[in-house]
RNA sequence: GUGGGUGUAGCUCAGCAGGUAGAGCGCCGCGUUGUGGUCGCGGAUGUCGCGGGUUCAAGUCCCGUCACUCACCCCA
């Protein structure tokens, strides 16, 4: 026998687990819709030439490739082979592009898209970390220009979906890179390289700590002077406790620049953010400046955001993104600006799972049906399609056996309400309602039980389901 | 790609200096032929990852191998 087992970096879940995962997709969805994002799905995987665009680099080593047969064994029979034809997307960033380039003259313009799928990187897995996992984007891509009021919309949205997933206070965290740009000009690092390398490494900031960092900017790789380095990791320190005092520091930081361009135009467009994210109405203690977020990713350009839970540091960032200049300079000529944020979901459900602020949900089940006696399974089955017409999912017992048993069967399977309708009801003309979390049962008539399970069903359950 | 760790019941793990395998949880049954989750009693379950070696004897020691896992790189 083979032992059955799912590949290692997947993540699969029991169905009230599953509940669970897809109430936070449907949160997530409704969020970026009532934003007026527009939804759209690209396959699983994109021709090879069109998603590697960029060779080399992080992102090829973890590419997951995909053969038919036919072209495995054609490929083995070459002498080089070279790579398959088609790849699993890494993300939905670069299918989008290509999306877009491709849709070009047949999609409207600022295009405010949202995608949840599955995305699939060959990385070698670690906790709660996975090799097949969900993200759900939104991005806004204007053509020719994009004014700053989109990396404000985009966190709104954020924001409202995180309030909604009711997971504790969280912080929307800001940057920008032209800030950081700028401040690296102004000390005479102007290589790009070299400032994405001091960015990766300031990046780490709350995971090595800021002497750990230090040394490696003075060290040989980054060669920073000390005076340098100094004037990095106080800038990199800077995190606002308010709107006015965000804004104070975006002050203090045009003053004791020595005149870059880029420092001024990136404090501008964060000024521009914070205060259109205000007028949106999201409160000022739900986003901060924070000068050491930084993102790998090297196509930022302007705005780069971090979310973290104000209860739970430990877990890192929630949801990140940032602008970018040009998203599809691969696939056309024409200039496609952009901003975006991701909810790497499969992460983040793990991760509240770990920290016990998700569990289990209810069973979509509503009410269970058990069958007593064979005799009364016309009247069980009557009673389930009354159920159903009137818009309660309901699931009959058909196999029998005893009460105890389905009761223990709905209670494992997260089912709240069992109707009863055995001897005593059908003589009756009544149903038994039970409810199993408030451990309390009534008998309503049988014409009544429609609007008496609605009445119950409308009532909140302060208890929550045990795992 | 680099560096650690671990493989024993469905799960989490214990197993002393080598002497033919254990706990908790879960599962099944009964107490309760119309009442689950609690409680009580009873029960089932193992090629001790795989291959070789040492030994009278290996879960335990040695060698190899495979798998898994944590961290780094990178990132959701």
Not at 439 to 462: G, H, I, K, N, Y
Request: net charge negative; charged share 25%; aromatic share 6%.
């Amino acid at each position: 026998m083979i032992r059955p087992r799912t590949a290692p970096g997947t993540l699969e879940l029991l169905p009230t687990e599953q509940i669970a995962f897809q109430r936070m997709l449907d949160v997530i969805r409704s969020g970026y819709e009532r934003f007026g994002f527009l939804p759209i799905e690209t396959p699983a995987y994109e021709l090879t030439d069109v998603l590697l665009t960029k060779t080399g680099g992080e992102t090829e080593r973890q590419v997951y490739f995909v053969q038919s047969t036919g072209s495995l064994e054609k490929s083995a029979a070459q002498e080089e082979p070279g790579l398959p034809e088609l790849a699993l997307r890494f993300d939905l960033t670069v299918p989008l592009a290509r999306y877009v380039a491709e849709h070009e003259h047949q999609l409207t313009f600022p295009f405010r898209r949202y995608q949840m799928q599955r995305v699939y990187r060959g990385e070698r897995p670690q906790k709660g970390r996975y090799r097949e996992f969900y993200q759900c984007d939104i991005d806004i891509i204007g053509k020719d220009g994009l004014s700053p009021r989109h990396d404000a919309e985009c966190p709104a949205v954020i924001h409202t979906i995180f309030t909604d997933l009711d997971i504790g206070p969280f912080t929307i965290q800001l940057n920008n890179r032209k800030l950081m740009r700028g401040f690296f000009e102004d000390l005479g690092i102007t290589d790009g390289e070299h400032q994405v390398s001091v960015l990766r490494e300031v990046d780490k900031l709350d995971k090595r700590g800021a002497d750990a960092v230090r040394e490696t900017l003075v060290g040989e790789a980054l060669g920073l002077t000390e005076q340098a380095a100094d004037a990095v990791l106080a800038l990199v320190a800077v995190r606002s406790t308010s709107h006015a005092d965000a804004l104070g520091h975006l002050d203090r930081v045009l003053a004791e620049s020595t005149g870059s361009e880029v420092l001024a135009t990136g404090v501008a467009e964060l000024r521009e953010v914070l205060t259109v994210l205000r007028d949106l109405g999201v409160p000022e203690s739900d986003y901060a400046l924070n000068l050491s977020i930084a993102r790998g990713l090297d196509y930022y350009t302007g705005t780069v955001y971090e979310t973290t839970l104000d209860d739970h540091p430990e877990i890192g960032s929630v949801c990140s993104g940032g602008r970018y200049d040009d998203l599809a300079g691969q696939y056309t000529k024409s200039k496609l600006p952009g901003v975006g944020l991701s909810i790497g979901l499969t992460r983040l459900f793990w991760q509240l799972r770990e920290v016990g602020l998700v569990g289990t949900a209810e069973s979509t089940v509503q009410v269970l049906v058990p069958q007593l006696d064979e005799a009364y399974l016309p009247q069980c089955l009557a009673l389930a399609t009354d159920l159903r017409q009137g818009g309660i999912n309901t699931e009959v017992v058909l196999d029998g056996g005893k009460l105890g048993k389905q009761l223990r069967y709905a209670d494992r399977a997260g089912i709240r309400f069992v109707a009863i309708v055995g001897e005593q009801e059908v003589a009756a003309d009544t149903v038994t309602i039970k409810d199993l979390r408030r451990q309390d049962q009534f008998t309503v008539a049988r014409d009544e039980v429609v609007p008496a399970v609605r009445v119950e069903l409308a009532q909140p359950l302060d208890v929550p389901h045990e795992d």
